[in-house]
């Protein structure tokens, strides 16, 4: 079946304890991208990939670091979490370099609480 | 540069009323547009889309016209469902993918 898959699905953590959300897709999609949920913003797009070892900054990238070593995986990473950074993540994926006519898959989410 | 807006929620409609979300973009090129539908607990998914203007993308009783003219991508549903509760967002692909704010549309039986 073809997914985004994105781990763990809940997190609660403490400021300033290191943790990465996984995400990996089984598409063979160039495109991947992180965005953020929140009540009144809606999504707002952190980092995305266009292709292996190619990342950029999307419109929220403080506190935040990804790396795309393959084309499958596109692990989000905050080296030291606050509290701001308590939200609903969405990770997904899209055909092509980011431009084009194809629709983004999304993965469940990964609701996460920073304390 | 490039923006999605789209009318703020929440909307409160009964079963079997007409639906309109309105959608309108600004876009320097010739844009992909989507819109994305996202229930409870879940991530987004497609509901549908269009690549050019006058294109109409369907799916699920949901219609939604490439207006180039009025740079708008309206959705519309004739009959709506509570089963249809849930939050809509338009989005356009250009060479950048950018989202609308999100309308959460609640339907009472």
């Known amino acids: 079946e073809a997914q985004v898959t994105q781990n763990p699905r809940y997190l609660i953590t403490v400021t300033g304890k290191k943790l990465t959300v996984t995400c990996s897709q089984n598409?063979?999609?160039?495109?991947m991208s992180w965005y953020r949920q929140d009540p009144g913003l809606g999504l707002r797009q952190i980092y995305y990939?266009?292709?292996?070892?190619?990342?950029d900054k999307g419109d929220v990238p403080e506190g935040y670091k990804v790396s795309r070593k393959e084309k499958r995986n596109f692990p989000l990473i905050l080296e030291s979490p606050s509290p701001n950074q308590t939200s609903l993540y969405f990770c997904?994926?899209?055909?092509?370099?980011?431009?084009?006519?194809?629709?983004?898959?999304f993965g469940p989410g990964t609701r996460l609480t920073v304390t | 540069g490039d923006s999605v807006t789209q009318m703020e929620g929440p909307v409160t409609l009964s079963e079997e009323a007409f639906l309109t979300i309105n959608c309108t973009y600004t876009?320097?090129?010739?844009?992909?547009l989507f819109w994305y539908v996202q229930y409870p607990g879940e991530g987004l998914q497609l509901l549908l889309k269009?690549?050019?203007?006058?294109d109409k993308g369907s799916n699920k009783g949901f219609e939604a016209t490439y207006r180039k003219e009025t740079t708008s991508f309206h959705l519309e549903k004739g009959s709506v469902q509570v089963s249809d509760s849930a939050v809509y967002f338009c989005?356009?692909?250009?060479?950048?993918?950018?989202f609308g704010k999100g309308t959460r549309l609640h339907i009472l039986p």
């Open positions: 997904a994926s899209t055909p092509g370099g980011g431009t084009g006519s194809y629709e983004q898959y």
């Open positions: 876009a320097t090129g010739y844009p992909s």
């Open positions: 990939s266009m292709n292996v070892e190619v990342t």
């Open positions: 269009a690549t050019k203007a006058d």
């Open positions: 989005a356009l692909r250009d060479d950048k993918i950018i």
């Open positions: 598409m063979n999609h160039e495109y």
